[in-house]
Each structure stands twice: as C-alpha cells, then as structure tokens.
C-alpha cells in the first residue's frame, strides 16, 4: 500500500513551552499552564456547541520532533528499551500528539485551555470532545507502566483516586 495521508492544520496552539525539554512529561508535572488554541477563519464554525464542554481533545503535529526510534528509553523507566508503540514518546513514524485539556473558554478565534504538554507553535490537526461514557474504559492494563506505577502514585494522587493516569 504506498497511499500518502496529508494533513492541513486548523490552526496553531500557543503553549508557554517553547522547547521539547520544556513541556511537562510526568503526571503529576501538567501544571495548570494556559495556551491558547488559534483556529483559523476558514475552521471557526466548527467551534459551535463547543463551550458546554469541560475537556476537549486536542489533536496536532509533534512539529518539533526529528526522527523516529522503533526502541526508545521512556522517562518513566530510562533502564530499559520499550516499543514506541508502547510509550509516549514524540519521535514516532508519524509524529501525531494527542491531548485532553480542561476547556476554559470558547473565543470567536479559537479556544483557551489549560493542563497542556504541547509546545508553542505545535500545528492543530483536530478538535474532539472529551466524552468519558466513550473514552472511559473498564479492566484496564498498563503492561510494562505496572511496574513503575508504584513510584509515580505518589505524583498524582488525583490519578489513583479516578482511575486516570497520563504517561
């Protein structure tokens, strides 16, 4: 199959991290930092019944990632080399990042948000709902993140208690 997908972005994410070394990677470490989501002229209609919700998805381009690493060393657990299919790790054959992000306000332009890990500048690709009926699942594993959760738990009490954690 030699079929190329393409991408145009719907706008722009301006982030307070500037760099890859900047943005928050640990549980604990998503600090309430705000961006601002620009969506562009042609895109903001589809902003409409957007404000009710509390979280949304936010799908963009991990622009600033060079490469791709099959094997990789994950933060969580730098001893070992994991699949990249089993990581977060941005140098990925398609260097697609995605998100949930509290969703503080609905501009004419774009959005305000907040809880973010994305760096400034990273192009939107897509804008979902956060729907916890669709998104939530039961009986959940975490293959090789069981034997590391024990030391994160400390990070993220909130994570434990609901049943949630980001890595």
């Known amino acids: 199959m030699k079929t190329e997908i393409r991408f145009k972005p719907i706008g722009v994410i301006h982030s307070p991290y500037r760099r890859i070394e900047d943005a928050p990677r640990r549980p604990r470490s998503f600090p309430a930092a705000k961006a601002t989501v620009k969506v562009f002229a042609r ?3 589809g902003l409409r019944d957007l404000g009710g919700f509390s979280h949304v998805l936010l799908v963009f381009h991990l622009h600033l990632s060079r490469g791709c690493d099959l ?7 730098p001893t070992r080399r994991r699949g990249v299919f089993a990581t977060r790790s941005p140098r990925r054959p398609n260097p697609i990042g995605i998100t949930v992000v509290r969703l503080l306000k609905v501009r004419k332009d774009g959005l305000e948000v907040s809880h973010v890990d994305m760096v400034d500048g990273s192009p939107l690709l897509d804008i979902k709902p956060y729907i916890p009926e669709i998104s939530r699942k039961e009986h959940v ?6 034997s590391v959760l024990p030391e994160l738990e400390g990070e993220s009490s909130h994570a434990s208690r609901s049943g949630e954690r980001r890595l």
């Open 141 to 146: 594993q975490l293959g090789w993140l069981e």
């Open 71 to 77: 094997m990789c060393r994950p933060f969580v657990d």
């Open 43 to 45: 895109y903001r209609a």
